[in-house]
C-alpha cells in the first residue's frame, strides 16, 4: 500500500502521526484535514491491532516485599506475559506519552491518587480500555479492523482545506 507523503519530509510526518494518533487515543475523535484523517486512519489500526491481538496475556507472579510493620511477606502481581509486554513495547515506540489531564473540579490531591501507579496513561487506556472492547466487536461480528471512522466536514474558511473527523468506533 502507497504511504501518503503529506508533503513533509519522514520525520515531519511520522510526528504528525504520531501527535494525532495520541491525541485520538486520549479525546475518542479529533478534527484534522482529509489527507491527514485518511493516513491517521491505517497508523492507527496498526498501532491497535497488537493490542487486541495480545490483551489478555498475563502473568501472576509472587513478589516479595516489606509491609508497614517491616515483615517480609509475598504479594500476588499481575505481570504482562511475553507477547503483551512486546505488543505494548512496540505500540509505545508508536505513540508518545502525555499524561492524563485533571477532570474539570477535580483536586491536585484526587488527580495524584488516580494516576499514582500509571506511567503510561495512553498506553493504559488502549489495553485496558479499547482492546477489550474491539475484541468483542470481532467476536460479534467476525471481523478485524474498522477500528476508525472518517467523517467530511466540508472545507475550512482560511485554506479552502477539506476538513473531517476522525473517531474510533
Excluded: C, W
Excluded at 141 to 163: H, P
Aim: aromatic letters at 6%; proline letters at 5%; hydrophobic letters at 35%.
Amino acid at each position: 500500500m502507497k504511504v501518503k507523503m503529506l508533503g513533509r519530509p519522514t520525520e515531519e510526518r511520522l510526528a504528525i502521526m504520531r501527535n494525532q494518533a495520541t491525541d485520538l487515543f486520549m479525546k475518542g475523535k479529533i478534527k484534522t484535514t482529509v489527507a491527514r484523517a485518511k493516513s491517521l486512519q491505517s497508523y492507527v489500526e496498526k498501532t491497535l491491532t497488537p493490542a487486541i491481538n495480545t490483551y489478555e496475556d498475563v502473568l501472576t507472579v509472587q513478589k516479595p516485599y516489606v509491609n508497614e510493620k517491616g515483615e517480609k511477606t509475598t504479594r500476588e502481581v499481575l505481570n504482562d506475559g511475553p507477547k503483551k509486554l512486546a505488543a505494548r513495547r512496540k505500540i509505545m515506540a508508536r505513540l508518545y506519552n502525555v499524561k492524563e489531564p485533571r477532570k474539570p473540579g477535580e483536586k491536585k490531591a484526587e488527580y495524584a491518587a488516580r494516576m499514582d501507579n500509571i506511567k503510561h496513561p495512553v498506553i493504559e487506556k488502549i489495553f485496558n480500555i479499547y482492546a477489550p472492547k474491539y475484541a468483542e466487536r470481532a467476536k460479534e461480528l467476525g471481523q478485524k479492523g474498522g477500528y476508525t471512522r472518517v467523517l467530511k466536514l466540508g472545507t475550512r474558511k482560511g485554506d479552502n482545506a477539506e476538513m473531517a473527523i476522525i473517531e474510533l468506533i
